[in-house]
């Protein structure tokens, strides 16, 4: 982590403006009830009241995206016979910089990476993206009564994920260079030396931790997932509430389930990446009709078990939940994610 500098209430705008003179910056944005992220207009200012609607993950993981564009070619000799050309789509090498979402929405990208950029394997349109993204978050000084990062090992200062941590202090923010792509944009006039302020975050960081509470003890959830895997009665208890609308998978920063489509005009198409959704009926169908999972409480038990219990399992018992509360504020029958996994722990103990 680099020294940090001050960026002023009065030079947020400036610096927000050189930002966008060498990148595409996007900043939130109020629509409606929600808050989105857009690309910049410097006559709206960034909505930094709450934390975004949506993850900000869709620039580094669009919800569409084109992997390959193809076309068909007719030989007019063998009319039965057509020739096949491919243009692999990998993005362009445009940089952006995402200003103002919070820690945990950045912190997903760690559970992506794990996925989808390592040694042994490589999806060259996320790590293209990856590469070229910059995320400017904002550490929370309150918590939403939704929220729950200090559950699953992070905070509401949790800088992984992020290449710059601002911290809100009177007049402005004290911000943190947490990777080079973050140092380079805090090389600029409109920043200045930190000097006492460095304190003062650390006691914005302090308190709003300390304000969240003990959080509970979830190393046993893994294990207390597996367990409950086949006990219907509790997942149909579980799920009961639950609409199959699907908005919990939509708002997750952690989701990376994708599903490939293509689609033709004539003799032209393209191979499409869309982002898929575990609690939808279409998930697991099979072309046979058969599907595995047939029920909501199959499908809640997949999402709740792949981010307690299967990811962990695979990956050091790092869990694929940032605690952001998105599943649990836009819910709308009220099923809590947190609940679920205080029950299936609960109820390993009174075995």
Known sequence: MHAGKFLSDASLHSWLNELAAKQTLLTPRREGDAIVFRPYDPSIPPELSRDATMPPKEPVFPACEVLARYNYAKNPDEPAQAGLTLQECIPPDVPTVVFGARPCGARGF?????????????????????????????ACRDAGNTCFCHWVGSGPADAAGSDVLLTPVKDGFVAEAITEKGAALLDSKHLSAVGKRAKEAEAVKAKALAAMGPAPDLTGAPKALLAAFDDMDFWTGMSA????????????????CFNITDEMRGLGGARIRTWDNC?????????????????????????????????????????????????????????????????????????
């Open 241 to 256: 509430k639950c609409i199959s609308c699907g908005a919990c998978t939509y708002l997750c920063p952690t989701c990376y």
């Open 110 to 138: 760690t559970t992506f990476d794990r996925v989808y950029d390592t040694d042994n394997k490589c999806d060259p349109y996320y790590a293209a993206r990856r590469a070229c993204a910059t995320y400017v978050t904002l």
């Open 279 to 351: 609690m939808l009926y279409q998930y697991t169908q099979e072309a046979s009709g058969h599907n595995p999972r047939p029920t909501k409480a199959h499908r809640l038990k997949n999402r709740v078990g792949h981010k307690f219990s299967y990811y962990p399992g695979i990956h050091g018992g790092v869990m694929a939940c940032c605690g952001c509360g998105r599943c649990i504020k836009s819910c709308p029958a009220g099923v809590d994610i947190r609940q679920i996994v205080l029950a299936a722990i609960e109820r390993a103990a009174a075995k």
